[in-house]
């Protein structure tokens, strides 16, 4: 691998083990050449996914995208970092596990829903505010209506 830092080519790993919910592999690196040190995740990768937008448009999966996604609706809430990375961890193994290569965007939306309704009611309703496009405060009441006794996480 490449160092990130001087872009010197044959970089060293110190030290590999499992992440928590051995989902993935995670490298502690050095470079020879300037002594920078840095930490890679090395996952299991299924299937190329590509996204399929409602528009039309089609674009690759990015992770990065599901998880800013993620801290986004669930910030400032009780939940860990490692929490939203098993999260994300679950969700790509799942749309994966499909079996297709090309996902509706709509797919992986309800997806999150899903996860967030049972994770985290004020989460659950930040995502949906902007997944099912809110324009108004009445929006946001018809839809925390459709919650009922639904419990706050």
Same mark, same amino acid.
């Given at each position: 691998?490449?160092?990130?830092?001087?872009?010197?080519?044959?970089?060293?790993?110190?030290?590999?083990?499992?992440?928590?919910?051995?989902?993935? &592999?995670?490298?502690?690196?050095?470079?020879?050449?300037?002594?920078?040190?840095?930490?890679?995740?090395?996952?299991?990768?299924?299937? +190329? /996914?590509? &996204?399929?937008?409602?528009?039309?448009?089609?674009?690759?999966?990015?992770?990065?995208?599901?998880?800013?996604?993620?801290?986004?609706? /669930?910030?400032?809430?009780?939940? +860990?970092?490692?929490?939203?990375?098993?999260?994300?961890?679950?969700?790509?193994?799942?749309?994966?596990?499909?079996?297709?290569?090309?996902?509706?965007?709509?797919? &992986?939306?309800? &997806?999150?829903?899903?996860?967030?309704?049972?994770?985290?009611?004020?989460?659950?309703?930040?995502?949906?505010?902007?997944?099912?496009?809110?324009?108004?405060?009445?929006?946001?009441?018809?839809?925390?209506?459709? /919650?009922?006794?639904?419990?706050?996480?």
């Amino acid at each position: 691998m490449r160092c990130p830092f001087c872009g010197h080519d044959d970089t060293q790993v110190k030290d590999s083990r499992p992440t928590e919910d051995n989902a993935a &592999i995670r490298r502690r690196r050095s470079c020879p050449e300037c002594g920078a040190r840095w930490t890679t995740f090395e996952r299991v990768q299924l299937r +190329e /996914l590509t &996204i399929v937008k409602t528009s039309g448009e089609k674009e690759p999966f990015e992770r990065e995208k599901l998880t800013r996604s993620l801290k986004i609706a /669930l910030q400032k809430r009780p939940v +860990e970092e490692d929490q939203i990375d098993r999260i994300c961890n679950s969700i790509q193994r799942r749309l994966e596990s499909l079996g297709e290569n090309e996902v509706p965007s709509k797919v &992986i939306g309800e &997806i999150v829903m899903d996860v967030l309704a049972d994770l985290d009611t004020v989460a659950y309703v930040r995502f949906a505010s902007v997944y099912r496009n809110f324009r108004e405060a009445k929006d946001f009441e018809a839809f925390v209506g459709t /919650l009922g006794g639904q419990e706050d996480h």
